[in-house]
């Protein structure tokens, strides 16, 4: 889905309770979400193994009681790493988004507002930008800044900026040219005001929508990233190191790589079916 068709349809009213009435789609993917929250919060309540050490005699055991998703090459009990990879993963997405939404919302939105020359500058930048692949764009950022989580995350928000200021810009154009605007300027208030009071309200619903959409999107990038090596470093277990540890054992322990990457699955997608229906979709 293009940006364009994405804001058209987040623009779209929906009834409050005729959107989550028989969806039990929607309902499975808030409850994944809750979950996966809920992990990376108190990931204490859901295991008492430690995802740092590991079980002597206990290395690379199946799925089986007492050992839900198996073991590691080093006797790490599998389901609580990725239960305490859930704070790595879901923090780090939820820095990406933030940058990508703080800094490319206010510059497609200082450009929609201004026009003009100012316009043309940040909306050439963001042209350049969206022109560079997002994963050469990260490795770039993480390159120079150095490893690390937070690294991963702010190269990850570098890579989103565009997409969220040509959305943001494009809404503030299409709210600016409404009628209710025009009376508003009419009515004698000053070009603050109307930004403040009208054109930022109703220009934001789309790009908060497609925030999480971009959640989504975030934690697959900051996966690719650790599992080329560029992100998350041992032994920390994140979702995507995780899979990067376990693919040298796929003959012998597919689990190690098959049921982390189930994991980002599920959350990945639960965030787009979530996005859609705050973008107005149903399906």
């Known amino acids: 889905m293009s940006l364009v ?34 992990a990376a919060i108190a990931p204490d309540l859901f295991t008492h193994f430690s995802p740092i050490e590991g079980i002597p005699g206990a290395q690379r055991l199946a799925p089986q009681a007492g050992y839900w998703l198996g073991t590691d090459q080093l006797g790490r009990d599998l389901y609580t ?65 150095g490893f690390g989580t937070v690294h991963a995350a702010i190269a990850v928000g570098v890579a989103s900026i565009a997409s969220f200021a040509r959305l943001a810009r494009g809404e503030v154009v299409r709210i600016r040219h409404t009628d209710y605007v025009e009376a508003a300027f009419g009515s004698g208030g000053t070009f ?57 054992y796929l003959s012998t322990a597919w689990w190690l790589t098959t049921l982390p990457g189930l994991v980002v699955i599920a959350v990945v997608l639960a965030t787009n079916r979530i996005s859609r229906q705050l973008s107005g979709g149903r399906s």
């Open 5 to 38: 068709d994405y804001a058209a349809a987040a623009r779209r009213r929906v009834p409050a309770w005729g959107a989550f009435r028989w969806q039990p789609g929607l309902w499975f993917a808030w409850a994944i979400i809750a979950v996966a929250a809920l």
């Open 81 to 145: 790493r990725i239960i305490y990879g859930a704070s790595h993963s879901l923090s780090a997405a939820l820095v990406a988004v933030a940058m990508g939404l703080i800094v490319g919302t206010a510059i497609g939105v200082i450009a929609g507002a201004f026009a003009g020359r100012v316009e043309s500058v940040l909306m050439r930048l963001v042209d350049v930008l969206l022109a560079i692949p997002s994963l050469l764009l990260s490795l770039t950022v993480i390159i120079l800044l």
């Open 192 to 248: 603050w005001t109307v930004l403040w009071r009208h054109i930022l309200p109703n220009s934001l619903t789309a790009v908060l929508a497609f925030a999480t959409l971009q959640f989504g999107q975030a934690i697959l990038a900051l996966s690719t990233l650790s599992f080329l090596g560029y992100g998350t470093p041992p032994p920390i277990p994140e979702w995507g190191l995780l899979i990067a540890e376990g693919r040298n």
